[in-house]
């Protein structure tokens, strides 16, 4: 009886260790696309503040707080282009990733919205790189880019162009 369960031990053993050597030898599963991870600031102005949100019921509006102090967002690609070929994002809230930054139809103000609609709830955002840096967010679905005022407390909103507003986002 003992040398059956030595024999068992053993083998359970050599199967464990032969599961755990499969990595090493080259032979791994795939897994999704690691999104990447950070806050939304202004990349202009003096203040750098930070998107942010009372809490993610969806429609509440998105407001500027202070730097690094805002909501945490995954950068997940869709996995397309536009406007030029640039591709298009999805900025997806870590706390819950069902709810992303969106604009509400008919509006200007950004808000939390659905993910799973994509164009349909506003929710796709192509990035467009800048070259001292950051990225300006184009909302495909309503042609609007996303913007501050640079104000502390202030929503977050689309706009066509503006005089006064800042466009430009960094540390996503």
């Not at 103000?109 to 164009?119: D, I, L, Q, W």
Request: proline share 3%.
């Amino acid at each position: 009886m003992r040398r059956l369960l030595r024999r068992r031990a053993i083998t359970m053993v050599a199967a464990i260790i032969s599961f755990a050597a499969i990595p090493a030898a080259g032979i791994v599963t795939a897994s999704p696309a690691q999104a990447s991870t950070g806050f939304l600031c202004n990349g202009n102005g003096n203040n750098h503040y930070c998107a942010d949100t009372l809490d993610l019921s969806y429609g509440t509006h998105l407001f500027l707080t202070i730097p690094a102090s805002g909501a945490d967002f995954n950068k997940v690609d869709q996995h397309f282009t536009c406007c030029g070929g640039h591709e298009v994002y999805q900025l997806k809230f870590v706390q819950d990733t069902a709810r992303c930054v969106g604009v509400a139809a008919g509006s200007t103000a950004v808000t939390v919205r659905e993910c799973s609609g994509g164009n349909s709830t506003n929710t796709n955002w192509a990035e467009f790189p800048q070259s001292g840096g950051g990225v300006q967010w184009f909302n495909n679905p309503t042609n609007q880019w996303l913007a501050s005022d640079n104000h502390l407390g202030h929503g977050l909103f689309v706009t066509f162009g503006c005089t006064g507003c800042f466009l430009n986002w960094f540390d996503i």
